[in-house]
Nanobody, 126 residues
Framework: VQLVESGGGSVEAGGSLRLSCIASGLFISTYCMAWFRQVPGKGREGVASFDEDGTITYADSVKGRFTLSKDNASKDNAKKILYLEMTNLQSEDSAMYYC??????????????????WGQGTQVTV
């Protein structure tokens, strides 16, 4: 499985960005993906993930500003896309944002301990 993030950049406070993560090399539909972020010198933080029942969990700091969504990039389930729409960005949102994935049902987001697959990250600077 390969995860590739894109969409990061530099924006002013109050601005918006849309992050994308393409997961390829999949062969079944039950692959769960989530977004995490990390600032140098600090621990990794869960941003948004799908729960086992399909609902979405957001970090308290991003609720009402970030929106998680997904799409199938191919009909044969070989690729999936995960999006993170970020609005009203603030300086505290500056971080490297990572896409992570795991086969099967979606685990607890936490700090990403249950996610074995990770992308290289995309930098967001506010």
């Amino acid at each position: 499985v390969q995860l590739v993030e894109s969409g990061g950049g530099s924006v002013e406070a109050g601005g918006s960005l849309r992050l994308s993560c393409i997961a390829s090399g999949l062969f079944i539909s039950t692959y769960c993906m989530a977004w995490f972020r990390q600032v140098p010198g600090k621990g990794r933080e869960g941003v948004a993930s799908f729960d086992e029942d399909g609902t979405i969990t957001y970090a308290d700091s991003v609720k009402g500003r970030f929106t998680l969504s997904k799409d199938n990039a191919s009909k044969d389930n070989a690729k999936k896309i995960l999006y993170l729409e970020m609005t009203n960005l603030q300086s505290e949102d500056s971080a490297m944002y990572y896409c992570a994935g795991v086969w099967g049902v979606c685990p607890m987001m936490g700090r990403g301990t249950w996610y074995p697959n990770w992308g290289q990250g995309t930098q967001v600077t506010v």
